[in-house]
């Protein structure tokens, strides 16, 4: 007696966008923190976030919107029957997460190096809000750089399943559901670089 596995798409779709929508509650109460220190420390989250790497900031925010775009062009390309062109693309999502991660690796080396981290003596010897502004900048960023390497992970599987052919043109929920994931990541950091790099 044969056991055939029942496939709901559309219900796999709708449990990715529940999970998702608590991801954003996390990272929206993350924000509000934020807003709520901002309007309390606004002097001391000025002069934090002017000694922010601008530069580390921008060329991540580049990267992880090249990476989005390689990961949706995926998704494109596995209803196109392009097995090939999908394994490209995903190595490239893959490895644009990983520049991301070293780029954050250099720069909170920096940042340590500087004794900038919190509970540092050069922190603890400075005003309370500037201690607050890098608590929260250390928790945050940690937190959406631990996302992009569950989000790395989960596309490297899928790109793995692509490459044995269990996701093809006619059952490609797992590749969707990676890249949402995969978005996901790139949303949150578009709020995160503005408000730690820009404003202040």
């Keep these: 007696m044969s056991h055939q596995t029942r496939k709901d798409p559309a219900g796999a779709k709708l449990g990715m966008w529940l999970f998702l929508f608590t991801e954003l509650f996390l990272f929206g109460g993350l924000f509000l923190l934020y807003g709520v220190y901002l309007a309390r420390y606004h002097r001391e989250f000025a ?5 922010m ?28 029957s392009g097995r090939r062109l999908v394994l490209y693309l995903l190595g490239g999502t893959v490895l644009c997460g990983a520049v991301f991660l070293f780029n954050k690796y250099l720069e909170w080396s920096d940042e340590i190096g500087h004794g900038i981290y919190p509970g540092s003596p050069r922190l603890a010897a400075g005003p309370p809000g ?10 945050t960023v940690g937190l959406h750089g631990l996302h992009v390497l569950i989000g790395g992970t989960l ?4 790109a793995a399943r692509v490459g044995r052919g269990t996701i093809h043109a006619g059952d490609f929920a797992w590749l969707e559901n990676g890249a949402l994931y995969w978005h996901l990541v790139d949303l949150v950091w578009i709020f995160i670089f503005p408000l730690y790099y820009l404003v202040l």
Excluded at 47 to 51: D, N, P, Q, Y
Aim: hydrophobic share 55%.
């Design 53 to 80: 790497h601008l530069g580390f900031g921008t060329a991540n925010t580049v990267i992880l919107i090249t990476s989005s775009l390689l990961a949706a062009m995926a998704v494109t390309a596995i209803q196109r």
């Design 47 to 51: 002069a934090a976030g002017r000694e």
């Design 130 to 139: 500037e201690s607050v502004f890098y608590s929260l900048y250390y928790l």
């Design 155 to 158: 596309l490297a599987v899928v």
